[in-house]
T-cell receptor, first 115, second 114 residues
Framework: DSGVTQTPKHLITATGQRVTLRCSPRSGDLSVYWYQQSLDQGLQFLIQ???????AKGNILERFSAQQFPDLHSELNLSSLELGDSALYFC??????????????FGPGTRLTVL | AQSVAQPEDQVNVAEGNPLTVKCTYSVSGNPYLFWYVQYPNRGLQFLLKYITGDNLVKGSYGFEAEFNKSQTSFHLKKPSALVSDSALYFC????????????FGQGTTLQVKP
């Protein structure tokens, strides 16, 4: 158990809908990262937050957004969902966020299925 | 563009034999390299990382990795494979971007047969 929690574990929804994925980092970690894992794209970095502020952005669609709250938990919002958004979404956390050397610890993931 | 590649989709080894899972990288600046393992329906578990210093890095569960700058490789190794090592292995890298944005390889499935 990494100490990173994600809810829900599974999510099934329809095209065009909006969902929110939640992540709680390990105690003491200030950075939260979101990744998408799909069969065709592999594991892709979406976005990073450090102590409430956006730190880095990857291949995140405009329909997706995220935020990190004062208690350091983070939410990833996915809107206008398409079939291709079906994937496993991982959250990871690390102590810092300004160093590439920090180890990221991953949560168990949320499996999103868009029908 | 920065990239991490795992040239083998699958590696098969017999239990008790040594195993190697290959990884090559192309990153700017000093490479920071990581290995993670993913078991079915689980998140990624950290195995080890190379930041600087000794080219042979020791990690969890008896795994180690050898950093080779001239060959731009970071292969994962274990002297004696266990059936329980069967899983999906990911190599990841970050080229001193100072953020923590990891670039992952496509993953290699390790199958250890009894």
């Amino acid at each position: 158990d990494s100490g990173v929690t994600q809810t829900p574990k599974h999510l099934i929804t329809a095209t065009g809908q909006r969902v929110t994925l939640r992540c709680s980092p390990r105690s003491g970690d200030l950075s939260v990262y979101w990744y998408q894992q799909s069969l065709d794209q592999g594991l892709q970095f979406l976005i990073q937050y450090y102590n409430g502020e956006e730190r880095a952005k990857g291949n995140i669609l405009e329909r997706f957004s995220a935020q990190q709250f004062p208690d350091l938990h983070s939410e990833l919002n996915l809107s206008s969902l398409e079939l291709g958004d079906s994937a496993l979404y991982f959250c990871a956390s690390s102590v810092g966020g300004r160093q590439s050397t920090d180890t990221q610890y991953f949560g168990p993931g949320t499996r999103l299925t868009v029908l | 563009a920065q990239s991490v590649a795992q040239p083998e989709d699958q590696v098969n080894v017999a239990e008790g034999n040594p195993l190697t899972v290959k990884c090559t990288y192309s990153v700017s600046g000093n490479p920071y390299l990581f290995w993670y393992v993913q078991y079915p329906n689980r998140g990624l578990q950290f195995l080890l990382k190379y930041i600087t210093g000794d080219n042979l890095v020791k990690g969890s569960y008896g795994f180690e990795a050898e950093f080779n700058k001239s060959q731009t490789s970071f292969h994962l190794k274990k002297p004696s494979a266990l059936v329980s090592d069967s899983a999906l292995y990911f190599c990841a890298g970050d080229g001193s971007s100072n953020t923590g944005k990891l670039i992952f390889g496509q993953g290699t499935t390790l199958q250890v047969k009894p």
